[in-house]
């Protein structure tokens, strides 16, 4: 059955929809007031280690205000693709999304670097090495904003970094008392209950000029929608989360000043996915698919000013314990036949009358089942960096960083009550593995950026890293059906050093017009699998590189109340790390795929056409694609990509277009009305299209809305909100394999949700 139930003329229509819109806030004279409408608001960022006026930074970087996440609804990083040219997330649910910037989409460990503060972070490898794939999503409340940097960050970043970094910057304890309060109603199509949400903060003086506290908490319950025919339980995909931060702020001298935070996050999730062949926001799921994740994370970090130099000096220390859930009932079903009894019971010989009844009876002890992967990840960061501080044309910044990463990874396969699919308690184990993996990585880092005169600037940045892994991996309960014999613990050990560079060269044109250049390089360490029955060959992978090569313009005109900016770039990446199938489809590991290239258009703007209205767009045009067959090809790997392949979930076409307006209703109170609307292109989930197990995510269009009441200072603020406007069943991804039976499950968006929202703050 089709789930794309948005048809052309759909999108023709909303498409007309917003251009209308558009066209009659510009021209209607009721709106256009006689006030000069104000220049794009002008944001500081600091992705150079030093802060810096966005236009003024000569790289590809966008930044996402608090006061756009907060009325765009964005709570997570996830929710930041419509806002970013070239930024995509593969989703798979909640605590499951890799972060993909310019269509640097591979399986392992992650090609962006996420940071919140000073603090990188990244998922859990899980039994299949792909750190990347859960990246840790903080909620994005009280934030001061967030920062996208395009393309490879490794000078100053490295961890991860070889596609982009994410920053998330909080707001940070103030010595003015203040409170801010905000909650949520709404209801989701086709939901048996509503989705509350409730955060707040408090910012609290403790000795003035020397002392603050800024305390977050939020908790959101988020309805199933989501109905299992198979167990006839309806809205099993519910969802709920809660946590907050502690920030304290200490200031003992004028030059020192130390920032102590503490996060906590909590997620309990259910069965995020349906499968097409059973109905829209159907499942058949033969057992129910909990899954948890619990975050803590610590950090310090001190900032002291020495005059000419500024030192700064950051340490963290991050768990957390993932949990997740994967239904296999009709996967082990599948080895209820002849031919198996005598490929794996009776050494290749047929089965006699009661060896089959012996054979068929211990398969029917292993289901109904799960795999329940169970990862316990401890991670400390340490970080020490001086920057410059002082008047001259040559500024330069210098540091060291060291991390360390220990995941143990417990995966079973359990029992499920065939009664009610529920996880028997305690757990009844079919078969089980146990990973133990540590990854270090050592790095020093330094840039050096010269005025050449007042409008060309020249810049150069150098990182030596070294990395050390080591990998244990040991089968604790066997299983005859998936090769699990116990054996000796196997151990795998790899160390690799190396460089990576940056190059780049600006030229201010005008003080509003401004072209820049760069080349800069990424990379990633290899590593080894972990899988059943895999050969020795195939256990470890090779790192893979790329050189980025780009040229941008970033422009303001019309008196500042337009801003334009746009890059094009040519990305040369080799050993290309990718995800891999056994030839039975049952297990995925890491492998290499040689050569792909990716070039693209990045175009990002924003106008304040008349006072009130604000419009902001982004796009982005990608060609990613193999430039050489991968090798291996055939029946060792099957789903082996071919020279022209494109890169799985990177579109071809990406576009977002937002529009604010806010107008005087009396005095002291405001209007509010919003649109976003997004559109992404097809993709699909295997290099190979051909592969048994390939499938077409199709392109979708999303429409949010939000329109209300506000108070002018924006003390408070009553609004009413609709997500998924036209009610589209956007699918973010697809997962299929011999372990679900070659059948199709896939997670999309939430459908069509109405609510309103309350804000107040307090001083």
Known sequence: MSVQRSSGLGRSFRGALLGASATVAVASPALAQSTQPPAVEEVVVTALKRATNLQDTPISISAVTSETIANSGVQSIADLGATVPGLTFVNSGPSFSRVVIRGINAAGEPTVGVYYDETPVTGSIGAGNNAGGSTPELRLFDVERVEVLRGPQGTLYGSGSMGGTLRTIYKKPSYVFETALDGSLSKTEGAGDWNYEAQGMVNIPLAQDKAALRVVGFYREAAGYIDNTYLNDSDVNEMETWGGRALLRLEPTENLTIDLAAYINRTEAEAPSWFPAVGEYKSDARTQLPQTDDLDLYSATANLDLGPV???????????????????????????????????????????????????????????????????????????????????????????????????????????????????????????????????????????????????????????????????????????????????????????????????????????????????????????????????????????????????????????????????????????????????????????????????LEVEGAVNPISGLSITGNFSVMEAELTEDQPGGGTTIPNAGLKGDRIPYVPKFQGAISAQYVWPLTEGLNGFARVDYNHMGSSYNELRTSYVYARKIDAYDLVNTRVGVESDGGGWGAYLFVTNLFDEAAIFSKSVGATSAGRTSVFSAPPRTIGVNLRKTFQ
């Open 310 to 600: 500024t030192a700064v000096g950051s340490v963290a220390y991050m768990r957390r314990e993932l949990m997740s859930t994967q239904d296999v009932t009709q996967f082990m079903q599948g080895f209820r036949t002849p031919a198996r009894c005598q490929a794996l019971y009776n050494r290749g010989a047929a089965c006699s009358t009661g060896q089959l009844s012996a054979y068929y009876a211990y398969v029917d002890s292993q289901y109904p089942s799960v795999l329940k992967p169970q990862q316990k990840m401890d991670t400390y960061t340490a970080e020490l960096r001086f920057t410059s501080n002082y008047e001259s044309a040559l500024q330069w910044t210098a540091g060291g960083f060291f991390s360390d990463r220990k995941t143990v990874v417990w995966n079973p396969q359990v029992g499920v009550d065939p009664r009610n699919g529920a996880l028997y308690e305690p757990e009844v184990v079919l078969t089980g593995r146990i990973i133990d993996d540590t990854l270090k990585q050592y790095a020093v880092f330094g840039e050096l950026s010269f005025d050449v005169n007042e409008q060309l600037n020249l810049t150069a940045g150098a990182r030596y890293f070294k990395y050390t892994k080591d990998i244990i991996g040991e089968t604790l309960v066997p299983s005859i059906l998936v090769g699990a014999v116990v054996t000796p613990p196997t151990t795998v050990q790899s160390e690799e050093t190396g460089w990576v560079y940056r190059f780049n060269g600006s030229y201010k044109i005008t003080s509003d017009v401004m072209l820049y250049a760069e080349a800069s390089q990424g990379y990633r360490p290899g590593g080894a699998n972990q899988v059943l029955g895999l050969p020795g060959n195939l256990t470890p992978y090779a790192s893979d590189q790329l050189w980025n090569y780009e040229v941008g313009v970033k422009s303001a005109f019309w008196d500042r109340r337009a801003t334009l900016n746009a890059d094009v770039f040519q990305i040369d990446w080799s050993d290309m790390q990718v995800r891999i199938l056994t030839p039975n489809g049952a297990f995925s590991y890491i492998g290499n795929a040689g050569k792909a290239r990716i070039r693209g």
